[in-house]
């Protein structure tokens, strides 16, 4: 029994003086990986969801009351500008047209008589046959009939429109969406909703937003929001399918307006669509490159953060040093750039920060070379 006790106890003292043995380089330090940093040229991209748009998405709606008589167009279709696509029964509006002309054809008469009546009294009136009171009243009878021409010119234009209005026309370029509207409907220009929408795809809009800080940084960077505006780059659009679409687009709009609900500024951008691929209504993401030279770049493997800040080891004298940073606003997932902290010429830890503390003696493994070297040489 006592021999197997002293056995117990030495195997204890033997694991006991191993696990001090390996301790002892953690508490001295351990190799860590380091960067001496130095300025460097960034193009980061960023996506963001974007809803496309026609740039024009136009209700067509009736301007005159009647029934359909033929519907000329077909849902999904491609339109052109002034295309007919519904006619409204034109009867009643020909014959209000014949009236109209007839009107100003009357109009036209009693105007030729009065005028005609004017001449005469205006002979008498200088032989000091009649008074001057006659003279002025057939002056007025004159005044009188020009004005019911023009009334019934006015009134033969009027039938005129409301009887082109009978065709209603595609106001633009575009597709045709749906419509729940046949021969025999009856529509008229106070109706809710629209006979067909036209979306105009010659070129597209794709809306997205950017953060309140992301806009502010882009107004320090730029000086203005008029000037981030001309210097914003050209963006590029990641389909749903995954393929980024073949023509550049370029921000006409930054709303300037913070959503109050989201916190957001919303950007328009506008796309070339000739071949008819981007469609209204449909969802895609914006790429925006930023570039950024002669900046700061270091692992996100050497940071780590502490609420809500952002941290790297540099290394001063063998040890490591916890210093806060600022960094970009944005990054590519592996690497930020660094505003503020550090500078060219500084050394950090770039990687395994989040297992160092601060003043922990940091080697490499050209300090755990050395010793070796000079055994050699000796």
Sequence with gaps: ????????IGLCCLALSACQQSRKPQEEGGKYPLLTLTPEDRQLSVKYSAVIEGKQDVEVRPQVSGT???????????????????????????????????????????????KQTLDGKMSLYEDKVISDFELRTAQNEYKSAQAALLQAQAELTDAQNNLSYTEVKSPVDGYAGMTSYRIGALVSASMTDPLIRVSDDSEMYAY???????VLTLTAQYGSLDQALASFPEV????????????????????????KTTGTVSLRAILSNPDKRLMG??????IVPYDRTQCIVIPQGGTYEIQNRIFAFKVIDGKAVSTPIEVFEINNGTEYIVEKG???????????????????????????QAPTDKKKEA
């Design 1 to 8: 029994m006592k021999v197997k006790s002293i056995l117990g």
């Design 68 to 114: 359909i008589t033929q519907v000329l167009v077909e849902e999904g279709a491609h339109v052109h500008k002034g295309q007919v696509l519904f006619i409204i029964d034109q009867v009643p509006y020909r014959a209000a047209l014949q009236k109209a002309r007839a009107a100003v054809a009357t109009a036209e008469a009693n105007e030729a008589t009065a």
């Design 208 to 214: 997205f937003s950017l953060s309140e800080k992301q």
């Design 236 to 259: 590029s659009l990641e389909l749903n399918d995954g393929s980024t679409y073949a023509q550049k687009g370029k921000v006409d709009v930054i709303s300037g307006i913070i959503d």
């Design 281 to 286: 209504g449909g969802s895609a993401n914006i």
């Design 342 to 368: 550090l500078q060219a010429g500084d050394v950090i830890v770039s990687e395994g920060a989040g297992l160092l503390k601060d003043g922990t003696i940091v080697s490499t493994p050209q300090d755990e």
